[in-house]
């Protein structure tokens, strides 16, 4: 089946470490999009990706690296520069031209 | 700047009821709209959308009714039923090209039985 695939589901991360999340699609999509959510909060845009070897900043991109080096993989480092990283995230693709996304299924990191 | 806001962080109905849900957003440039279901530890699920050509659209027991006037979207779901507890977002495409989708805060739905 197609879809998108987020890991781990949970992370834990000392704090000064890096880590990353790891996304994978196997839709085809051209884009790719990661998403941070808080709790009570909507969903807001870290870094996208419209294309491979190409990604833009969104509005939180602060103490984030991506990298898309191949259309169906988007990681995403979240680094000792990211002062509150306890959070949900999410990945998501689309087709270009195309309207909604296809969600991942998340990964929850806490700093322990 | 763009904002996509709900009225009513919670709401709960009774099995069987019918909901409603609202939406208010700011951008009058905004040429497409969704509405995304998403259960507790899980990611967003496509509901339905809407064009800004159109001011209604029907799908499996939900309704997208869109007042462009007012800037205003709501989620009509027919027959409430207990799997439909969830939190509901509604998310804009501003335009401009990039299809980048601005979501709101979410409305929490709760059925009582």
């Known amino acids: 089946d197609g879809g998108i695939t987020q890991s781990p589901k949970y992370l834990f991360r000392k704090e000064g470490q890096n880590v990353t999340l790891s996304c994978e699609q196997n839709?085809?999509?051209?884009?790719m999009y990661w998403y941070r959510q808080d709790p009570g909060q909507g969903l807001r845009l870290i870094y996208y990706?419209?294309?491979?070897?190409?990604?833009q900043k969104g509005d939180i991109a602060e103490g984030y690296s991506v990298s898309r080096e191949k259309k169906e993989s988007f990681p995403l480092t979240v680094t000792s520069a990211q002062k509150n990283p306890t959070a949900f995230y999410l990945c998501?693709?689309?087709?270009?031209?195309?309207?909604?996304?296809?969600f991942g299924s998340g990964t929850r990191l806490t700093v322990v | 700047g763009e904002s996509v806001g709900l009225h009513l962080p919670t709401l709960s109905v009774q099995e069987g009821d019918n909901s409603i849900i609202n939406c208010a957003y700011s951008?009058?440039?905004?040429?497409?709209f969704i509405w995304y279901k998403q259960e507790s530890g899980k990611g967003p699920q496509f509901i339905i959308d809407?064009?800004?050509?159109?001011d209604k659209r029907q799908g499996q027991r939900v309704t997208v009714l869109l007042n462009k006037t007012v800037k205003h979207l709501s989620l009509q779901i027919a027959a409430t039923q207990p799997g439909d507890s969830a939190v509901y977002f509604c998310?804009?495409?501003?335009?401009?090209?990039?299809?980048?989708?601005?979501f709101g805060t979410g409305t929490q739905l709760k059925v009582e039985l």
């Open positions: 951008n009058s440039a905004s040429d497409y």
């Open positions: 809407i064009r800004s050509n159109m």
């Open positions: 998501a693709s689309n087709q270009q031209g195309a309207g909604g996304y296809t």
């Open positions: 990706s419209q294309i491979v070897n190409d990604f």
């Open positions: 839709l085809n999509h051209d884009a």
């Open positions: 998310a804009e495409n501003g335009g401009g090209g990039e299809n980048k989708l601005t």
